[in-house]
């Protein structure tokens, strides 16, 4: 399962840069079937779309239900480079996914273990099974990189 989630969070990492690049908060994110197969892809767009729930997580959700034709992603795992917020909490029970697999914590929004533990709640409809701290230095450095640069501009 860790050389499976590593693989699966360098190729985030990957879209994350994208997100970078374009202005956006580097966070990257990637939707797999019960196979191991990539069915979704995203990286924050909040910036160049101009849209308030532009959020990695969402944006792979999205990729993934049109791939699959329908909302339910039961059976997916979802790998993300920074703790879920809530709002993508919301969307992760909502669509059935099974596992979150995320790199960084995040202990000023995380809604997978660090601020809030939405994800596990049992007083929900749906639990997630969550791994957390996966490749943490890389994903955590990345962001850390990303805001340094960009606090000096």
Known sequence: MR???NSLMREA???????GAAGDIPVGAIVCDGAG?????????????????????????RAAAKKLGGWNLAGCTLIVTLEPCTMCAGA?????IDRVIFGAWDEKAGAAGSLRDVL??????????VIGGVMHAQTA?????????NLRS
């Open 120 to 129: 596990r709640d049992a007083r929900l409809p749906h639990q997630v099974e």
């Open 37 to 61: 197969k990539i069915i979704g892809r995203g990286f924050n767009t909040r910036e160049v779309a101009a849209d308030p729930v532009g959020h990695a997580e969402i944006n792979a959700l």
């Open 3 to 5: 050389e499976f989630a």
């Open 141 to 149: 450095n990345q962001l850390r990189e990303w805001f340094g640069e």
């Open 92 to 96: 992760i029970i909502n669509s059935r």
């Open 13 to 19: 990492m990957l879209l994350a840069d994208q997100a």
